[in-house]
Nanobody, 130 residues
Framework: QLHLVESGGGLVEPGGSLRLSCAAS????????IGWFRQAPGEEREGIAY????????????YYPDSVKGRFTISRDSSKNTVYLQMNGLKPEDTAVYYC???????????????????WGQGTQVTVSS
């Protein structure tokens, strides 16, 4: 059983940066692909970043939709069993609850699916406002 905990959210001014963490316990996160998602009030959940599992064939593969490409970066620190989401150039429209999710042996993809993930975190609020 994998337990995910997001942290690092908060209030930031437009143009600012935040780094979100998705810390795992209960299993080795390297076996899992990780997706970052966000959901604003009244809107559908959106996949915003993806990193494949470290299973030897897809190591280091990342994917971002156009809405965040060039501003957000997903990375993995195996020694800390944590995946990060570095968010730069934040905009008011980035305001949402951010979630991470894990899929066992997730491979390369160009679509961040919204269902079928094995585990989800509880979310962390990001508010971009002056």
């Amino acid at each position: 059983q994998l337990h995910l905990v997001e942290s690092g959210g908060g209030l930031v001014e437009p143009g600012g940066s935040l780094r979100l963490s998705c810390a795992a316990s209960g299993s080795t996160l390297d076996y899992y692909a990780i997706g970052w998602f966000r959901q604003a009030p009244g809107e559908e959940r959106e996949g915003i970043a993806y990193i494949s599992s470290n299973d030897g064939s897809n190591d280091g593969y990342t994917y971002y939709p156009d809405s965040v490409k060039g501003r957000f970066t997903i990375s993995r620190d195996s020694s800390k069993n944590t995946v990060y989401l570095q968010m730069n150039g934040l905009k008011p429209e980035d305001t949402a609850v951010y979630y991470c999710a894990a899929e066992l042996f997730g491979a390369k993809t160009t679509v961040i699916k919204l269902t079928g993930w094995n585990f989800w975190g509880q979310g962390t609020q990001v508010t971009v406002s002056s």
